[in-house]
């Protein structure tokens, strides 16, 4: 008997934490993939969680887990498969401490990821980020700081966790302006700011401590994701009087990343510089901007040359086979 509890204890406390240093969000995902996961073995097997075994935890349950998320709890393929992931790497720790079980953690680990259709990438046209940027009152403190984080935001490109956890001490306003982004996987990266982002900023926070949030609530403190998301809801709705096609348009922090991105193509940035400028881990991430921009199709079709061939129709020829064929 194996059992599940001391292995699941110790990737978490060992692996995890220990080894790999993951981060609050890395453990929250596999501990609430885990906590549900949990649950339907108990219900699927009649075993309490704490008694599973890992023999129970094999590829038959995990393909019904995985199928109970899509049709009773509603997730989306992504989602889907995010899960699957962390049970992945579960049992590719079990690998090594369980290799007793190598064809049971093998039929696991075989288990593929779903293939999810291409979602269209949503952006803002430059007439649009206008009308969202004047949208803000600037007579109040509260509309100067989203001004200021909706420019940022389509300049830099940043993550909403990205710009919420900017702080005065990583904006650098003077030569070779930039801002330094605490990004995905704690990795840093150097963003340049253009002149009109440098003014914004400086503005903002002249008079602002060096620890103190860039963009920070009313108290002073980090600006929550729902609370960027409500501020940008507000603000779309205000903009579309000035500009209709925004009208139906769900703005978020991640489409204005998106119309980051989209800029900094239309521009004729090649797609390694736009991978390098939003933190992406591989070129592949950048490469649906590609497929969403018309344009860069566009042109790319106005520099080819016509084949020179003209159209033809297809002519019966008298054959005698085809004849025979024809009357029966």
Known sequence: ?????????????????????????????????????????????????????????????????????????????????????????????????????????????????????????????????????????????????????????????????????????????????????HGKGRKERITPLDRQTVRVLRDLISHTAPDAFVFPTRDGTRMSHDAVTARLALHTATATAACPTLTGKTVTAHVLRHTAAMRLLTAGIDSTVIALWLGHESIETTQVYLHANIKTKEDALARTRPTGASPGRYTVTDDTLLAFLDGL
């Open 1 to 181: 008997m194996t059992g599940l509890a001391p292995l699941l204890q110790a990737f978490f406390t060992t692996r995890l934490t220990g080894q790999y240093g993951a981060s609050v969000h890395t453990i929250a995902a596999y501990r609430d993939t885990w906590r549900l996961l949990l649950r339907y073995a108990a219900t699927t097997t009649g075993t309490a969680p704490a008694a599973l075994d890992l023999t129970q935890v094999n590829s038959d349950l995990i393909s019904g887990f995985l199928t109970y998320l899509e049709t009773d709890r509603g997730n989306t393929i992504s989602t889907r498969n995010a899960r699957l992931a962390a049970v992945h790497s579960l049992f590719t720790y079990a690998a090594y401490q369980h290799p007793e079980h190598a064809d049971l953690i093998g039929r696991v680990l075989a288990i593929p990821a779903k293939r999810a259709p291409r979602t269209e990438i949503t952006y803002l046209t430059p007439p649009e980020v206008t009308a969202l940027l004047n949208a803000p009152d600037p007579s109040t403190s509260t509309g100067r700081r989203d001004h200021a984080m909706i420019q940022v935001a389509v300049t830099t490109g940043m993550r909403v966790a990205e710009f919420t956890a900017l702080r005065v001490a990583d904006t650098h306003l003077g030569t070779g302006a930039h801002v330094v982004c």
